[in-house]
């Protein structure tokens, strides 16, 4: 039963086979089931791969070709945690960080290179199924006129699993009214550590026709070289292949007046039979006059999963964001409506001090 279950989530972002003997182990059968019936939804509502609510703060994880987008500075630093499903014994936990920047601005006339990396970890479940991935990406910019930009990227990556098997329980360990965790499990794995190299390309579109407005697009897709991916030998009637995932987004940058920016967006994965699609809209309002000083607020949903309400404050080039999603599904019996909470900071900086006034944006983005 239990390998079976391995398999049917095998490529689920939160590994809720180890939450599921966590529960087996401390509470009811009964309350198994209940963990059953949350990871078969799980599976239909969202995404398997990690991700963030706050995709607009991943960027390399969205698309390769965000890469060392950056119009008004030469490199980014950011940094992502979320934890999810905080009121069960076992939260899920996902941290990512990240460093981009632009590289070779002197060697093209109206173009640039982006170089960075991304770090990604996410551990579930009293099994402790970790995941691991490291990429190096890249991508080029070219100018097309004076309002437009298009971007080609890709990431080349490391990524490893492991499971501690030493605290699970299984079906046949259950005797009616406890587990005997000396009984025979009948399970073999033939791995508890896997690595296997990831592959993603993305492109994107950027229009700016004027100061105030700036509209972003962009399609990526992950798991390219479709890696395998098993703790089994073998695995019947299934090939144990990563499904490639496919990302889409679209937002802008609205500058209504000299306190207000708006940045609505939208973004859309789908990966084997499970999809997720969130929209929304959050703003940036300027506190001290010259724009050093913002606080932001906005309203994001995933359908049918959450509304995600968001708060953050921005001191110069220092941005700080926090998000918190709202359960609406049937999940909220269950988990109180505390679906994850979410934390962002990201930094945007120059080589050098003079450089922030000598730059020259080839992309307005709008600004205070």
């Known amino acids: 039963m239990i390998k079976s279950l391995i398999i049917q989530v095998k490529e689920d972002r939160r590994g809720k086979t180890c939450v599921l003997k966590n529960y087996l182990q401390k509470r009811k059968f009964k309350s198994a089931l209940v963990i059953i019936a949350l990871m078969l939804f799980n599976l239909c509502s969202e995404a398997q ?38 009121n069960i014994p076992v939260p899920f936990k996902t941290f990512s960080v990240f460093g981009d920047a632009q590289a070779f601005r002197d060697r093209f006339e109206s173009g640039w290179i982006g170089l960075g990396g991304l770090i990604m970890r996410d551990v579930a479940g ?18 097309l006129g004076s ?31 406890f587990f005997d965790v000396a009984a025979p499990t009948g399970e073999t794995f033939s791995a508890t550590n896997i690595s296997y190299l990831d592959v993603q390309v993305g492109l994107n579109y950027s229009y700016f026709p004027t100061d105030d407005l700036y509209l972003h697009a962009g399609f ?12 089994f030998n073998t695995t019947p009637d299934y090939d144990n292949k990563i499904s490639r995932r496919y990302i889409g987004f679209v937002d802008a940058v609205i500058k209504l007046n000299d306190q207000v920016i708006l940045s609505p967006g939208a973004y859309f994965t789908t990966q084997a039979k499970s999809m997720e ?11 001290s006059g010259d724009g050093t000083q913002q606080i932001i607020g906005g309203l994001y949903y995933r359908g049918g999963d959450a509304f995600i309400p968001m708060i953050g404050y921005q001191w110069k080039s220092l941005k700080l964001m926090f998000s918190f999603d709202a359960t609406t599904s049937s999940l909220k019996n269950y988990n109180g409506v505390q679906g994850a909470s979410e934390f962002a900071v990201i930094h945007e900086g120059f080589y050098n001090v003079d450089n922030g006034s000598l730059r020259q944006t080839q992309c307005p983005v709008p600004r205070f």
């Open 49 to 86: 791969d990690l991700h963030f609510s706050q995709f607009f703060n991943s960027p390399l994880s969205v698309n390769p070709a965000n890469t060392g987008f950056l119009p008004d500075h030469d490199y980014r630093l950011g940094a992502n945690y979320r934890q999810q499903w905080a």
């Open 126 to 143: 009293s099994g402790n199924l970790t995941s691991t991935k490291i990429y190096g990406s890249a991508a080029y910019h070219q100018m």
């Open 147 to 177: 309002t437009g930009l298009l971007s080609a990227g890709f990431n080349l990556g490391w990524a490893n699993k492991r499971v501690d098997v030493t605290k699970f329980t299984y079906d046949n360990q259950w005797n009616g009214k």
């Open 220 to 231: 990526s897709v992950q798991h390219v070289n479709a890696p395998k991916e098993t703790f």
């Open 277 to 287: 699609f969130t929209l929304g809209i959050h703003a940036n309002y300027n506190l």
